[in-house]
């Protein structure tokens, strides 16, 4: 069935796939590990129990999240072999470094310090538990650094030569590869990113919890309250820092990747004097035209070159082949702006619900918070398509083809292998969400359970524990 | 013959060590995670279950990662073998990339329900098998030889070229090795019937590695010439000798030394040395081949400034790694015991 399609075509799907719902992890898991640190932390400082029984909450939950990353994580690291050689021989010798660094000073480290995190606290102290912790979310941080100083290279290649022999990148100057044009923008942007899906996922839990209790007339445990107030400050400040950043990197793409705005904003036209910023439409890359827009006059050339009557280029100065697929590019952006705004407004929301002191008692904001709780996951990933579908029709931005990187294989080959991905994917990555999503349904209290298991070693306690499911070793 | 003449410790051959040694730590290391998930099939108590898994549940993690930087090390110094190598054994690859999911997920999943744990049990045991055995075939792909179109630096084979007799010789020799490897760690983390069992088991999986040490060792240098002079003329003949009673020597001493029940490490560095053996053989069959016999590690290497770019940081990091990883395993020594947490 898999001669219809070509190779590459599946190789692109498979890559699509696999690494979709591999960033859904760690944009879930940077955020985490950095709560976790903080939770830790106050309870050191303050010795109040909630912030323990809070890091013990979502201990369990950083685990189950942080295995499946790492698993599907390891996919990543061979596919652009197997699937992407002819790309892995020519940028090799450029991104190769970098993301050995990543191995090295991330991977280990969040690794090696994960099973104390997890395991160890009676075992090192606290103090050691604590830099435990803190070295894990470190390592979120630096592997979030190479890889995306490697991605950014792919979008704004800088520092490299080609070598006319053999077609590969040569590296020329490792500090212009590591802080090419687009890295800056693009790690502030998407570990904010991650931040904020944290922090509304937090939100969310704790305002589902909130909302239970006040059905049943009760009061909400101080640890579900705690977090609530928490994760509303992250999104009432962050909020706004993070649609800030997503401006100043939409500017540098404008500079660097002008292709790839026109796409953002539905631009197959070029205006003279002044673009329209469409709010709706219906690109059509066979008609070259955004079909039913709805546009605001002039806004887009404010917003890009803050000057109503700036000219901005269309589509109609690229050529048909290096221009990226609009559709997905137009609408996966909209998408992600979209819900950044939803952010903010709930963000201000939380900050008027304070300032009334209805924080805890605002149904409704509640409500949204629940609803807004996935939300960064989903922003998470329309803003990766919208980057990496607008890279289209280039591995190498400019430089190498998609169609001209992929590796030599069949066919058959990459189809059986994308089926058998998206049907462990599902099943296995679906059974964990289920387990996450069970764990979220229990509220955090005072008798958070956790292990006793001092001595010998990290064994959990299934008969213990007054849930079905045994509980886990902080 | 190559080796004769001269070998320049060069940045490339530095870093041909540097991913021989980070695929030897994996082996070794991931290797008693797989060969203890396997072992799964052969120990059905759930309380043995349990400490068995608890044995590597703080290290797992940290032991795969050297197989993350065996890739992505290979990917960043010899980008062409990396290009060349992973295409040719996709089948196997992609197997093993799904069954270390099953197998890493199952340590966290199967504590997280009581109805489906036998699923997640056998998710661990099927997915350690087939990591191994994949491991296996891909070793063994990789010293049967593949076909590549130099010219056009791409694998040019079928993408069922990897599935001989051989290679499953080496899958299933993985396999045993792995168990052995399991069993001795086991004996070393844990007490009374679980440890006597793990002893027979290690007795049962130590003859049946070195069989088949024995089998591909005899079968490889008959599958490339190259294999074959190295071993077989001139000096050749002392080394295979010299790599020959070694091995009988850590053979009879691990036998030796699983009768004794005060012996609890040195089953396990015996088995150790088995592995590091082989691995010296490999070495010796295929250096300077990156892709035998095709491909030289020079022929495949990046550039300098990549390589030395990459040196400064392993230089530094590597021991930072080894010393961080010991301290992990340090604070988790000592036995796991069965009544701990069941009370």
Redesign the interface.
Known sequence: MFETFDATFLARLQFAFTVSFHFLFPAFTIGLASYLAVLNALWLATKQERFLNLFRYWVKIF??AF??G??????M??Q????W??F???????I??P???????A??????????M???RD??GPGLHMAATAMVAVGTFISAFWILSVNSWMHTPAGFSIDPE?G?F???D?WQIIFNPSFPYRLMHTVTAAYLTTAFIVGGVAAWHLLRHRRRGELASAESRTMFSMAMWMAAIVAPIQIFLGDAHGLNTLEHQPVKVMAMEGHYESHPDGAPLYLFGWPNDETQTLDYAVGIPKLSSLILKHDLNAPLDGLDTVPDEDQPPVFIVFWAFRIMVMIGFAMLGLGLWSLAARAKGRLYDWPMLHRAAVLMGPSGLVAVLAGWVTTEVGRQPFTVYGLLRTADSA????A??VGA?LM??IV?YFA?FG??TW?IL??MGHEPSPAEPR???V??????????SPV???P?ED | MPLAEGISFDLTVIWAFLIAFSVLVYVVLDGFDLGLGMLFALERKREDR??MM??V???W??N??W???G???????F??A??????AV??P??AM??A???R??A???R????R?KPLWDVAFIGGSALAALSQGIILGALLQGIEIDKAA????G??WDWLTPFTFAVGLGVMAGYMLLGACWLVLKTTGELQNRMRRWAMLFAPLTVAFIAVVSLWTPFLQEGYYSRWFTGWGWGLAGVVGVLTAAAFFGLLTRLRMASAELSPFLLALALFILCFGGLGVSMFPYIVPTEVTIWEAA??E??QL??LV??GI??PI?LA??A??YW??R????AD????
């Open positions: 685990a189950l295995a499946m790492v698993v599907s994580g390891i996919v690291s061979y652009f072999g197997t699937n050689s002819v892995s021989d020519k940028a090799g010798p450029v190769g470094a993301m050995a660094y990543e191995v090295l000073s991977f280990f480290l969040e690794a090696g310090f994960l099973g104390i997890l395991f160890g075992r090192v053999t590969q040569l590296p020329e490792f590796a030599p294989l069949d058959p080959a292998s058998a991905f462990v296995v059974a964990g387990y069970r764990l292990l006793k298991d001595t010998t070693g990290p064994t959990r306690a299934a008969g213990r079905p499911d045994a886990k | 349990d400490v608890n044995s549940a703080p290290v993690d940290g795969e990662t197989l993350v930087l890739g992505g090390g290979l990917f960043a110094a980008p062409l990396y290009a060349l190598i992973l295409p996709y089948v690859v992609i990339l799904l270390l999911i099953f890493g997920v340590f966290e999943f504590w997280r329900t009581e489906w630096r791409a694998y040019s079928g993408w990046a550039p400034k990549s770019f990459m940081g392993a990091l590597i790694i961080y990883t301290f992990a604070v988790f000592g036995k796991i015991d701990t947490g069941y009370h």
